[in-house]
């Protein structure tokens, strides 16, 4: 079974926990002590290392910084009450990294280096993973190319790095979302559904615009005829239709482990679920009908977050009060009570680190 990569630890002398104030984080400004680094060369991942967190020297002629082959994911790990630490199914994340890195020509990352060598940092650095409500560790593993050559080929050299850091319990203040009819952040036959680095630098410019209008987030639509809608941000879009849980299903948007594991969820309790093309057409006849009884964007970073406004063509469509939603509170109360180890888990979703 798979290669045996040897991975070295170096310990830092130099530790930063003490400095951590566990009770003000936030998000990605904190790094634990430790990364995992692995570097690719000639077909194979040669060298896998632990080190201590620190500056990594490129050349300028770094390919991926020219022609953008760059992939990362988002997971994160939890404290139990009984101080054990649950990281939340990385081997979706495992999986999608690897759909991406082969969408980008890049070399897929064997499970040895991913998953034993994120369970190996985060047993290192469990001591930042936070212990306070609501709070967690997040996780970038990410890998580029590192071939230093001008020339656009696909690079004959790549590094995956994983870095963490603790964050504090997200806010989840309901957004006000616009749909985008003109800007496209992904095209069919392209690489929407890659959390590929360039998918993010493409969406800051219109995201803005929407923002100087009022707005949070923007809610993406097909780029072909601006007829469908698509995800928001860095997180994915659910719905309530009449008695059926909806969420876009496209190649286009990215397949999100928090939506997936909201709709699982919703099946165990027997809620029909959909993965299917929602119209904006339907959705805003929806809301004007009540046949929309929810929203919300879905992803790591922030779990689930309530949509309570949306902007189109000009006109705001207000949704119910986030508080009253039977659904939403339900099943984020219980997708978190599972992270954080206070009940049962059902789907076997908690990878405790030994
Ligand atoms: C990461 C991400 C999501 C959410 O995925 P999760 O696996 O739930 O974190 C959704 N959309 C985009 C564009 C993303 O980058």
Redesign the pocket.
């Known amino acids: 079974m798979g290669h045996p990569y040897n991975i070295e630890v170096e310990l830092t002398q130099n530790s930063q926990l003490e400095k951590v104030d566990f009770n003000n984080l936030k998000f990605g400004q904190i790094l634990s002590d430790h990364m995992l680094v692995a570097d690719y060369d000639d077909g194979e991942w040669k060298e896998v290392k632990i080190v201590p967190y620190g500056n990594i020297s490129l050349s300028p002629a770094t390919s991926a910084l020219h022609y953008g082959q760059a992939i990362f994911e988002?997971i994160k790990a939890y404290k139990f009450e009984d101080d054990r630490v649950s990281i939340f199914r990385p081997d979706?994340?495992f999986e999608?990294f690897n759909k991406s890195a082969l969408r980008l020509e890049m070399p897929a990352v064997p499970k040895e280096i991913f998953i034993d060598g994120l369970k190996k940092l985060i047993d290192i650095d469990r001591n930042f993973v936070p212990n306070t409500a609501g709070a967690s560790l997040y996780i970038r593993p990410y890998m580029f190319a590192t071939e230093a050559a001008l020339g656009v080929h696909p690079s004959k050299s790549y590094k995956f790095v994983i870095i963490t850091g603790p964050v504090g319990a997200y806010y989840n203040k309901p957004l006000r979302v616009k749909v985008e009819t003109f800007y496209t952040?992904a095209a069919a036959g392209g690489v929407g559904f890659s959390?590929n680095a360039g998918?993010?630098a493409l969406a800051l410019y219109p995201t803005k615009l929407a923002q100087d209008e009022g707005f949070d987030q923007l809610i993406w639509t097909d780029a072909k005829e601006h007829k469908y809608v698509e995800?928001a941000?860095?997180?994915?879009l659910v719905f309530m239709l009449g008695d059926t849980l909806v969420t876009p299903g496209s190649d286009t948007?990215?397949?999100?482990?928090?939506?997936?594991s909201i709709m699982d969820i919703a099946n165990s309790w027997g809620i029909k679920t959909e993965t299917r093309d929602v119209s904006v057409k339907e959705l805003i006849d929806g809301i004007e009908t009540g046949q929309v009884s929810e929203a919300f964007a879905?992803?790591?970073?922030a779990t689930l977050t309530p949509i309570s406004e949306i902007g189109f063509e000009g006109k705001v469509y207000k949704l119910s009060d986030p508080e009253t939603r039977t659904f939403s509170n339900r099943v984020v109360n219980y997708l978190n009570d599972l992270r954080y180890g206070k009940i049962e888990d059902p789907f076997g979703w908690n990878f405790i680190v030994e």
């Open positions: 988002g979706k994340n999608r952040r959390k998918n993010y995800e941000g860095t997180a994915n948007v990215l397949q999100g482990v928090t939506r997936h879905a992803g790591t970073a």
